[in-house]
């Protein structure tokens, strides 16, 4: 069964940089779907950016032009570098993984079956 860990949350000032790590396990080659969502407090799940088995890459408009996701596939892990962070950042960041093969992939939350725990972001001003 693929298990994902996420780590790197942090608290940083406005304007500030941090990366997330996504540890990915428990598939032989991958050849699916991996994505960052967030969930801010008292909002729904959104999600950010998600990569297909061959790199393509999606963002949503919120973060599209900051955040950054990539992968590395001989650490198992993927990332997602954030920038120019600002208040309205803060939230919880999981990543999630749709290990089947799929012509393209998507940010809605519910074509993913596996899920990490989360890491909290917090950005002050």
């Known amino acids: 069964e693929v298990q994902l860990m996420e780590s790197g949350g942090d608290s940083v000032q406005a304007g500030g940089s941090l990366r997330l790590s996504c540890e990915v396990t428990g598939y032989r080659r991958w050849v699916g779907c991996l994505a960052w969502f967030r969930q801010r407090p008292g909002n729904e799940r959104e999600g950010l950016a998600v990569?297909?088995?061959?790199?393509?890459?999606s963002y949503g408009d919120s973060v599209k032009g900051r955040f950054t996701i990539s992968r590395d596939s001989a650490k198992n892990t993927l990332y997602l570098q954030m920038n120019a962070l600002q208040p309205e950042d803060t939230a919880l960041y999981y990543c999630a993984a749709d290990p089947y093969f799929k012509l393209g992939c998507s940010l809605e939350d519910s074509t993913f079956p596996y899920w990490g725990q989360g890491t909290q972001v917090t950005v002050s001003s």
């Open positions: 990569i297909r088995y061959d790199d393509t890459t």
